[in-house]
């Protein structure tokens, strides 16, 4: 079983990856799993996906604060690293943060250079960091990235936490796929994973778990996701530390499964009026469409109402784009967009989404806020980072609860 790093990466470059051909040929997970030559190798792909990945970059042991500064970011796969890197190193509030709560980071896909994301990052800042893997891409992914130059070299692709702070007990937390990740263009051996390490501050400590839900999922789905994650947690022997969660939980408040609920969906929007949808629903999922997800928050002891500014995007689609357009495209039929284009006529062509979420467990929380401006000019993201204040002690529900 390879143990370090570079044993897993030679595993995959030397044992796995030239089966990718191969199996790439299989169009279900069903007639993957009983092909001979993924049998062969499906315990070292097993273990490649199972093993959280830790470095530590720090330089020196940072202080203890009144405060701790949290981002949850989904850098869209670290495709514009170098412009990631400074703006941790020089953006007022980014460059202020203690643990970077990071979804979509690549490891040797061509679509982001062939880099490893976190720890790139994490060597940059002086960080410590760990990357759980959720994927090992058979493709070069989906949409526009299908047509990039060059190979993937690797082929991971994960969730991190990065932090100045020492880091223990890392772990993946496994989710349910949504669908048939072979049936598709973009090919993908694994699942979701949820990436989850105690924080040590000087004064404190957290248990922080950076956690992104399928985005071609049903409200239901993702639901039970964010259930599996929850359950993981609450499985954790006592005494517990206080919970940071953060992430793309891709409440678009649509079941996009395939494309005739996603269609259907976006008709049944027009009908309410496309004004009201953005204001009351996609701005707030919380309230109707993705009601069960912040429920089951809420019953397990989680606070999301005071970790995250109400009613603010972190997405703002544009019909224009046309590398959102090509990866939609994948899967939604082209004629669709006409609709689209006319349903946001009023908006700019543009629709503003709430996707990204903080919720917190027995932690005092302050001060959240939505970053927009690294989509100015040349976007760093597809997605706007989330930023939130912790304080040291617990909270009073936390108190109140023991």
């Known amino acids: 079983m390879p143990s370090t790093p570079e044993e897993i ?24 799993e009983a092909h001979p030559v ?19 970059y720090r330089l ?35 460059s202020s943060c203690d643990v970077l709560l990071l979804t979509e980071t690549d490891i040797g896909m ?24 959720t994927y090992l891409n058979l493709t070069k992914g989906s949409g526009a990235e299908f047509d990039l130059p060059g190979e993937n070299e690797i082929g991971l692709h994960g969730d991190a936490i990065l932090s100045r702070y020492p880091i223990r ?6 989710m349910r796929n949504s669908m048939d990740k072979i049936a598709g263009r973009e090919q993908r051996l694994g699942c979701p994973t949820a990436v989850a390490a105690d924080i040590d501050f000087p004064n404190y400590a957290v248990t922080a778990v950076s956690v992104h839900l399928d985005a071609q999922s049903s409200q239901n789905h993702r639901r039970d996701q964010m259930r599996e994650v929850l359950d993981a947690l609450d499985a954790i022997e006592t005494p517990r530390l206080p919970v940071v969660l953060g992430g793309d939980w891709n409440t678009s408040t649509y079941d996009s499964t395939s494309a005739f609920p996603a269609i259907a969906g976006f008709w049944l929007r027009v009908f ?9 629903h996609y701005l707030h999922p919380e309230r109707l469409f993705e009601r069960e997800l912040f429920e089951l928050l809420e019953s397990r002891g989680f606070d999301f109402r005071n970790c995250n500014v109400d009613g603010e995007y972190t997405v703002s689609y544009d019909v224009e784009n046309p590398s959102k357009r090509k990866s939609l495209g ?25 996707l990204d979420w903080f919720a917190t467990r027995g932690a005092r929380v302050e001060a959240p806020v939505v970053i ?19 304080l040291p002690g617990e909270s009073a529900d936390c108190r109140q609860s023991t």
């Open 330 to 354: 994948d899967w939604v039929p082209g004629w669709c967009f006409a609709f689209i284009r006319w349903a946001l006529r009023n908006h700019g062509g543009k629709c503003p989404l709430k």
């Open 169 to 174: 007990n890392p772990r993946g937390i496994q």
């Open 372 to 390: 927009h401006d690294v989509r100015e000019g040349w976007p760093l993201s597809d997605h706007d980072p989330l930023g939130i204040d912790v």
């Open 272 to 280: 309410m009026g496309v004004d009201h949808v953005i204001r009351n």
């Open 110 to 133: 061509a679509r982001s250079g062939n880099h490893h994301v976190a720890q790139t990052l994490a060597r940059e800042l002086g960080f410590a960091y760990v990357f759980v893997p």
């Open 38 to 56: 993924y049998r062969s190798i499906e315990p070292l792909i097993r273990d490649v996906l199972a093993a959280p990945e830790t470095a530590d």
């Open 60 to 94: 020196e042991a940072a202080p203890a604060r009144p405060r701790y500064r949290f981002l949850a970011w989904n850098v869209e796969r670290g495709t514009e690293i170098e412009g990631q890197i400074r703006a941790f190193r020089q953006h007022p509030y980014l």
């Open 9 to 32: 990466y030679q595993t995959i470059r030397e044992r796995i990856k030239p089966h990718f051909p191969v199996l790439a040929r299989c169009r279900s997970w069903r007639e993957l």
